[in-house]
């Protein structure tokens, strides 16, 4: 069970490297799949394979490019780091899981892979890639198309027009203030992947981060109380913690109540 978390980790740390090239490029609307090397932002030297190495060159460089010394960006490590963790969380819940098999795990993987890019593009420029939430949700189309009974099939498709048109209410009440377009396709997605009650769960987990990160925010001092906090980063947090616990939180919510 180690080495498989270990090896998760490994592979987890290569890919947030890659999904810092996603991330870079998407914003700069440059080719993703071009196969130009990586850059420093500062002084544009192309870096070499050494300074490539998740986590560990930025630590070697102690966080400054080898050639002008400007201080690289933290996204790179951490993103690098939590992509890591989560693929061998992702790993530990599926390989002790009874639905286990090598799909379910690439399908878990690549929706990881893809929601810390929503996550972060979100948190920085707020953002939502509408591109690469459609086509998550066509995959998690073909892939319940193939592995749910066809009454489960139509309830998480419903499940993902519920919960769009949900954020859409929202956003035509609030006029647009806070939450916009994007946020309506990533509930769209949550929906269509978790069917109707992990949504429910995953859309109230969000709300509820929100509020209380919200609140720390302005206790801080770092937000005015009416200023906006983008949300995506907490529709990916409700979404993961459903993916992966809904089926617990929810039996143990039921228990509370009764
Ligand atoms: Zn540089």
Not at 10 to 29: C, K, P, Q, T
Request: glycine share 6%; with cysteine; proline share 3%.
């Amino acid at each position: 069970m180690f080495l498989y978390l270990l090896a998760g980790f490994i592979v987890g740390s290569a890919i947030g490297s890659f999904l810092n090239v996603v991330i870079d490029r998407s914003i700069r609307r440059e080719n993703i799949l071009a196969i130009n090397r990586s850059y420093c932002d500062h002084c544009k030297a192309t870096l070499r394979t050494f300074d490539l190495i998740p986590i560990l060159s930025f630590i070697l460089l102690s966080a400054r490019c080898r050639y002008c010394k400007k201080p690289l960006s933290w996204q790179y490590p951490i993103v690098e780091l939590s992509t890591g963790l989560l693929f061998s969380l992702t790993l530990w819940i599926l390989i002790s899981s009874a639905t286990f098999s090598l799909g379910l795990v690439l399908y878990y993987l690549f929706l990881v892979s893809a929601m810390i890019v929503v996550f972060v593009i979100d948190l920085k420029f707020s953002l939502i890639p509408t591109t690469l939430v459609f086509a998550c949700s066509f995959v998690s189309l073909f892939y319940n198309y193939f592995s749910l009974p066809s009454n489960l099939f139509v309830e998480h498709v419903f499940a993902g027009f519920f919960a769009s048109l949900f954020f859409l209410m929202i956003v035509l009440v609030t006029f647009g203030r806070g939450m916009g377009q994007g946020d309506i396709s990533l509930a769209f997605l949550i929906g269509i992947t978790l069917g109707i009650k992990a949504t429910i769960l995953a859309v109230f987990l969000a709300f509820l981060g929100g509020a209380l990160i919200s609140v720390l925010l302005i206790a801080l001092g770092r937000k005015r109380f009416g200023q906006t906090v983008p949300f995506a980063p907490f529709l990916v947090f409700g979404f993961l913690i459903s993916l992966f616990w809904a089926t617990p939180i929810i039996n143990w919510y039921l228990l509370m109540l009764y």
